[in-house]
């Protein structure tokens, strides 16, 4: 299945996904690699992520830092991949708003052996970008 029919709300397959990492379990600085457990989806069988398309990279932490607020918990790092990563693994991104930006990787299959599968796929093509001291909104 091509990406172009395996995103909603027309993105493209080169848009850019921002998975926000809050547990430090989730990510090795030392390897700089996303962890699998990073993307497994969660109960209600989908992944948040946030479009990042057009963002600075500071308007990107700016997002992340608002959600760990508002989670109460600590941002760790984020893995970037795009769009055409998801659909290669036979899932798809839909718009998932409020919050602005936000969207969910859905289709996973009903199993944890599956779904690892394919967590791992996306962790291997995501690229770890890790948190840089704190950013302070305008």
């Not at 809050?22 to 497994?40: D, I, L």
């Not at 839909?94 to 199993?111: F, L, S, T, Y």
Request: aromatic letters at 6%.
């Amino acid at each position: 299945m091509n990406a172009d029919t395996r995103s909603e709300s027309g993105l493209q397959p080169t848009d850019p996904l921002a998975r926000f990492i809050f547990s430090s379990n989730h990510f090795s600085r030392e390897r700089n690699r996303v962890k699998h457990n990073a993307f497994m989806p969660a109960d209600d069988g989908k992944t948040s992520v946030f479009r990042t398309k057009g963002l600075t990279e500071r308007d990107t932490w700016v997002i992340g830092d608002e959600v760990a607020e508002k989670r109460a918990q600590t941002l760790h790092a984020r893995g970037d991949i795009v769009v055409a990563d998801v659909a290669e693994v036979n899932l798809r991104v839909v718009d998932c708003e409020p919050p602005p930006r936000h969207a969910n990787i859905e289709d996973w299959p009903a199993g944890k052996d599956a779904q690892k599968l394919i967590a791992i796929d996306l962790a291997q093509a995501a690229k770890l970008v890790t948190k840089p001291r704190p950013v302070v909104p305008d």
